[in-house]
């Protein structure tokens, strides 16, 4: 009896040993899932995701999804009186990774896991961001046209979800300028 009992619970702790990496794995895939699911609807990919021209007009170039604003891009000044309180609203680059308005330049960050995008980020910390509109959740603050205030009201979830998504892209170096406040 004793040795049936033995063996009852040694096939039970190997069964737990091997069903919880398990289920952990298959919760992060879906997480995962989840968060490329939430990234394509949210349209993650207009702003931070470099584009090519083609005749149909700019396309995703996806050796570079979410890596930002390309840091070789140039980009043209500005025209004045263009922008401003008596100017109109915002004014973008061709692959719309970079925006002009009355806050100044912002560019696209880089979403990608390298050391020049979130690679450093914590969950908490990326949730936080979404959720106060500051860089790193305290830091500067998250410049137009990004819609924090609207990411912000998705569930911790589902904020988990699109950062899983962000960690299991390859990671692409790409220096995203600093954003130029307004002249």
């Known amino acids: 009896m004793k040795i ?29 899932s989840r968060g490329e699911y939430l990234v394509n609807l949210g349209g993650c990919n207009d702003c931070h995701s470099p584009k090519t ?14 890596s930002g604003h390309p840091a070789d891009m140039k980009v043209p000044d500005v025209p004045p009186g263009v922008l401003g309180p008596q100017g109109w609203g915002a004014v973008t680059t061709p692959d719309l990774t970079a925006w002009a308005g009355p806050w100044g330049v912002s560019y696209a960050a880089n979403l990608t896991p390298d050391k020049t995008g979130i690679a450093g980020w914590t969950v908490d910390q990326f949730i936080q961001a979404m959720r ?19 990411i912000g009201k998705l569930t911790d979830r589902d904020l988990r979800a699109i950062y899983a998504y962000l960690k299991s892209l390859k990671p692409i170096d790409n220096q995203v300028p600093a954003p130029t406040p307004p002249k």
Do not use: E, F, Y
Not at 53 to 66: A, E, F, I, K
Not at 132 to 150: A, D, E, F, N, S
């Open 132 to 150: 106060t509109g500051k860089h790193l959740g305290v830091g500067r603050p998250i410049l137009p046209p990004m819609p924090w205030q609207q």
């Open 53 to 66: 021209m083609t005749p149909q007009g700019p396309v995703l170039d996806t050796s570079r999804l979410l």
């Open 4 to 32: 049936a009992m033995h063996a009852v619970l040694a096939c039970a702790s190997v069964t737990a040993l091997v069903a919880g990496p398990v289920h952990a794995a298959t919760a992060a895939k879906a997480d995962v």
